[in-house]
């Protein structure tokens, strides 16, 4: 018995690189980025309820970026 795969049917939601790159250049300037994007501080104190795992903290602490 031989096997032919069905053709495959295009859906009218699968669009092109080119149609979704048009559609997000149109959308854009709906999308106004704030003057200042960093967050304001937080005191570690209003932090509540945060619990990591011991193997995650080690992993973030042996890293260059975070910790060490």
């Known amino acids: 018995m031989s096997l032919y795969p069905a053709p495959r049917e295009r ?3 699968e669009l ?3 149609q979704l790159r048009g559609d997000g ?3 854009a300037p ?3 980025a ?3 994007p960093e967050p304001a501080p937080v005191s570690p104190a ?3 309820g945060v619990v ?3 193997a995650s903290a080690r992993l973030i602490a042996a ?3 975070y910790g060490g």
Do not use: G, K, Q, Y
């Open 11 to 13: 859906h009218e939601s």
């Open 16 to 18: 092109s690189l080119a």
């Open 25 to 27: 250049a149109r959308m």
């Open 30 to 32: 709906h999308w106004v």
């Open 34 to 36: 704030p003057v200042n």
């Open 46 to 48: 209003l932090i509540n």
């Open 52 to 54: 990591v795992p011991a």
């Open 63 to 65: 890293t260059a970026e």
